[in-house]
């Protein structure tokens, strides 16, 4: 099975993900002209296909180091990670995807769902500093991300919701870490960011909905 095939495959096979993450996967996987020489890399292509993630993640570990670097098997690797509900696996392993393609704004984006997922999970043992570390490198990502497409209003959506996420985890009173200035910043920034995906879609009424709460958000703090 080549990365054609892959790409053309997930367009029809009904594996309940979302249009976007299909599409983002397809744009990667047709990167590569023939079949892969690598017999792991092949089989993780195919449990892709049939939607078996976990399998596809150990087909995928397994052609690691040989091809640890080539960005193309390693988003692949990610994604998987990612759809496995493993986030912080998928999220160093989108780093790798970074550190050997910069612009490759799909791997920013995940990247930075994967560590916004961990920073606000409601059993997390991460330390309030950790989880505002963590939320201002999501940011970062997503910023790094409209750079390079700086119309893509997913991208502003998402770094919006990281914004109202650091400002919930820095604007509760009484709190570890409370600091009334920076959950304001960030609410504000989320604002900026609900109102520019208005821009592209005005009769979104889940971003009017979240633009509003936001703003509720930013008003109560004390």
């Keep these: 099975m080549n990365f054609n095939n892959l790409s053309s495959g997930l367009k029809s096979v009904k594996l309940g993900l979302s249009t976007l993450a299909l599409a983002m996967l397809a744009l990667t996987a047709s990167a590569q002209q023939e079949?892969?020489?690598?017999?792991?890399?092949?089989?993780?292509?195919?449990?892709?296909?049939?939607?078996?993630?976990k399998s596809a993640v150990t087909h995928l570990e397994k052609a690691l180091p040989t091809e640890a670097n080539?960005?193309?098997?390693?988003?692949?690797?990610?994604y998987s990670q990612?759809?496995?509900?493993d986030f912080k696996k998928a999220a160093e392993t989108?780093?790798?995807?970074?550190?050997?393609d910069a612009k490759n704004a799909n791997a920013l984006y995940y990247k930075a769902k994967a560590n916004n997922t961990l920073a606000v999970e409601k059993d997390s043992k991460l330390t309030v500093a950790q989880?505002?570390?963590?939320?201002?490198?999501?940011?970062?990502d997503y910023s790094k991300a409209i750079a390079i497409n700086v119309n893509d209003a997913k991208l502003y959506q998402n770094r919006a919701v990281a914004y109202r996420d650091l400002g919930i985890l820095k604007g509760t009173a009484g709190s570890a870490g409370y600091n009334k200035q920076i959950a304001t910043d960030a609410y504000t920034k989320a604002v900026a960011d609900y109102e520019k995906v208005l821009t592209y879609d005005?009769?979104?009424?889940?971003?009017?909905?979240?633009?509003?709460?936001?703003?509720v958000y930013r008003d109560l703090l004390k």
């Excluded at 080539?70 to 990610?78: E, K, Q, S």
């Design 94 to 100: 989108f780093g790798k995807v970074v550190a050997l």
């Design 202 to 215: 005005a009769n979104r009424k889940d971003i009017q909905t979240e633009l509003k709460k936001a703003k």
């Design 35 to 53: 079949e892969h020489k690598n017999p792991n890399v092949r089989m993780g292509q195919k449990a892709l296909l049939d939607g078996d993630f």
């Design 131 to 140: 989880k505002e570390q963590l939320l201002q490198s999501v940011v970062s």
């Design 70 to 78: 080539d960005p193309n098997v390693l988003y692949l690797l990610g």
């Design 82 to 85: 990612f759809q496995s509900a």
